[in-house]
């Protein structure tokens, strides 16, 4: 499946920051368990580009594999070098949509007003993440005069807010701390945990197709 195809079906983007590479495929894996299908592993994490190598070469056939926190068309390159299937970054910057596009790859860079959307999207960005996202009617106001432009909210999602934020006309969702916590220690059981977590987000978007 094409990437930019798998965002729109999959819509759930687990965040994966602050994880060295040995426990990458772990919680990915966990994930995946959990219905999870789009993975981001940002740059700020240790040793990044050897967790998206990991990644994409262990679950890629079955997850897309994204690289957040991308600053810079180098940081882009070196990302789709490593396996990366979507560039993720918290501003616009048209270097690095250009270097994402020439690769093939899905660009998704974070804006947040109605200018900054607008720009991001003329420059090639595919989606373009909100963010941070303030909440559903923000998104809603949005749609209103750019209503041809996909958004992602990121930051301020959860299990229990995600359907009035699909109601409000997002395509997709960044899914950060309120799923994978970065900071605990990569035990069987949170990995237990973070599969159930999982479980609960994909059911809450489920409930919002029927």
Do not use: C, W
């Not at 219905?35 to 994490?45: C, D, F, K, Q, Y």
């Not at 749609?143 to 699909?166: C, E, M, Y």
């Amino acid at each position: 499946m094409e990437t930019l195809q798998a965002i729109y079906q999959h819509q759930l983007i687990a965040i994966i920051r602050g994880v060295p590479p040995k426990d990458a495929v772990k919680i990915g894996s966990a994930l995946k368990e959990g219905g999870i299908r789009l993975v981001e592993m940002t740059l700020n994490s240790p040793d990044a580009f050897e967790s998206i190598r990991l990644l994409s070469r262990e679950l890629g056939r079955e997850m897309k594999i994204g690289a957040g926190t991308v600053l810079d068309p180098e940081a882009a390159f070196l990302s789709i070098q490593a396996g990366a299937d979507f560039i993720l970054s918290p501003t616009v910057k048209a270097a690095t949509i250009e270097m994402t596009k020439r690769y093939g790859k899905v660009s998704i860079p974070g804006a947040y007003t109605p200018t900054e959307i607008l720009s991001a999207y003329e420059l090639g960005a595919d989606i373009v993440k909100v963010f941070p996202a303030s909440g559903p009617g923000y998104i809603k106001d949005i749609r209103g005069p750019l209503s041809h432009i996909p958004l992602l909210p990121t930051g301020g999602v959860n299990d229990q807010n995600i359907a009035a934020f699909k109601q409000a006309g997002a395509v997709g969702f960044g899914i950060g701390s309120s799923l994978v916590d970065g900071k605990a220690e990569v035990t069987p059981a949170f990995l237990r945990e973070l599969t159930a977590k999982a479980k609960n987000y994909v059911a809450a978007l489920e409930q919002t197709m029927k």
